[in-house]
């Protein structure tokens, strides 16, 4: 199976798309990387194809230009792709609504909702072919709102309806689909928001014990090797010490 099979990853030049590609890697399954830093995919590529000896191919895409998307699937068209981890996604700035800079919203609407749903719609054709498996990363802010998060938040929300969605549309498919929303990991994400400030990056997640990438990525492959009848709908993943969005108990 696995060698004609494709995993789809979106995002996966660090964090949790890079973790799920060392994951499945491992599993022997060939892999499609997807994200804007192309040479970070191709040394992922190069070392995961050297260990695990997976065909990987990489392909560059700035998701906030939907024709990337499109282009993207079209080069895909011969490739049968059995999972599909839709994680590509962003917070930018955090801050009050009123008070927040636009193109941060227009970015984040633009990544997390747009191309969130234009992937899922070219790809799910691919994964009905092969009953396979869909993977959304939402997000705890898409349960709970927070001071400063408005659009970020509204666009988790977003993600995880459209999954529950999904999953009712796919019934009958043989299609999985699976939500996992994660808390509080340390990975680019808080960079990433706070626009490369590390000192305040480096506060998010000070005093307790955060989770890493691979913390959701063993959860995802837990996820995904179950037997083809049981479906894992939605999954809130927080470190311990993490009990809502905002309650964090710091030692
Ligand atoms: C990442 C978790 O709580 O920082 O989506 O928004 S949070």
Redesign the pocket.
Same mark, same amino acid.
């Given at each position: 199976m696995s060698l004609k099979y494709y995993s789809l990853i979106t995002g996966a030049s660090s964090g949790i798309g890079e973790a799920c590609a060392r994951r499945l890697a491992a599993r022997n399954q060939n892999l499609i990387l997807t994200a804007r830093r192309l040479d970070r995919l191709v040394a992922l590529a190069e070392e995961l194809t050297q260990k695990y000896q997976v065909d990987v191919k990489v392909v560059a895409a700035d998701f906030m230009n939907l024709a990337d998307i499109d282009s993207l699937m079209d080069g895909l068209s011969e490739l049968k792709i059995n999972i599909l981890i839709n994680n590509a996604g962003f $917070?930018l700035g955090k801050s009050q609504l009123h008070e927040y800079d636009w193109l941060d919203f227009e970015q984040m609407i633009g990544v997390n909702v747009k191309a969130f749903t234009r992937v899922a719609q070219l790809c799910i054709p691919k994964i009905i072919e092969t009953k396979g498996h869909i993977v959304n990363i939402s /997000?705890?802010?898409g349960i709970e709102a927070?001071e400063g @998060?408005s659009v970020?938040?509204g666009t988790?929300a977003f993600v995880k309806m459209v999954s529950k969605a999904m999953r009712i549309d796919l019934a009958g498919t043989g299609v999985r689909v699976t939500d996992v929303a994660? @808390? $509080? !990991?340390e990975t680019e994400? /808080?960079l990433v928001?706070f626009k490369g400030d590390k000192s305040k990056a480096d506060v !998010?997640y000070e005093g307790f014990v955060p989770l890493v990438a691979d913390d959701v990525a063993d959860v995802i492959d837990f996820a995904i090797t179950r037997p083809a009848h049981v479906n894992i709908e939605y999954l809130v993943i927080t470190p311990t010490a993490q009990a809502s $969005?905002t309650r964090i108990s710091r030692g």
């Open positions: $917070a /997000s705890i802010a927070y @998060g970020y938040c988790k994660p @808390g $509080a !990991v994400f /808080s928001r !998010v $969005a």
